[in-house]
């Protein structure tokens, strides 16, 4: 089987971590870490649920990787993960020796591996990652605009109901 076809497979399966946060009300991002061919972890947001800043799918699933594997060291994994990481996720990557990150949709406002910064791939910091982006790029990007839509059409609709009731009052 092609790399291609695998990390389709394993986005695929990041994507599924995402249909959860989403579920819960959480941004749509999710994380898969492989290691040996296998998942072995596997993360979606939590920020609300947990009220926790650092509770991001990547961090969570290599957290969890971390603990599977009895190290800190993840130079043989590979991480699979629906958005581009924000910068506290890249330098976590680094720091975890992570080997190989795949991401499905960039992220121009926050996106640390590539669009704003290329922390991954930085000569200056003491462990570089192979990087592959674009992975299931519009699944990713899609999941995430529907998240964000269906949001703006809740505040929206809810507003209006506001100004309703405010003309009902008077």
Same mark, same amino acid.
């Given at each position: 089987m092609s790399r291609k076809n695998i990390d389709n497979i394993f986005m695929m399966q990041a994507l599924e971590e995402a249909e959860k946060a989403k579920a819960e009300g959480e941004v749509p991002v999710g994380a898969v870490v492989v290691y040996e061919g296998e998942i072995i972890a596997r993360g979606f947001n939590r920020r609300e649920t947990w009220q926790d800043p650092t509770a991001h799918a990547e961090l969570i699933a290599v957290r969890r990787a971390a603990q599977v594997l009895g190290s800190w060291r993840l130079q043989e994994c590979t991480v699979y993960v629906t958005l581009e990481p924000c910068p506290m996720?890249?330098? &976590?990557?680094? #720091?975890? $020796?992570?080997? $190989?990150?795949? !991401?499905?949709?960039?992220?121009?406002?926050?996106?640390? &591996? $590539?669009?704003? !910064?290329?922390?991954?791939?930085?000569?200056?910091? #003491?462990?570089s990652i192979e990087v592959k982006e674009g992975v299931l790029s519009a699944a990713s990007g899609r999941v995430l605009s529907e998240f964000f839509r269906s949001i703006r059409e809740k505040r929206k609709a809810s507003a209006s109901q506001d100004d309703s009731s405010n003309e009902d009052a008077s």
């Open positions: 996720c890249a330098g &976590m990557l680094v #720091n975890a $020796r992570v080997g $190989r990150v795949v !991401f499905g949709a960039r992220d121009p406002k926050a996106g640390a &591996m $590539r669009s704003l !910064f290329a922390m991954g791939e930085d000569p200056r910091l #003491n462990h």
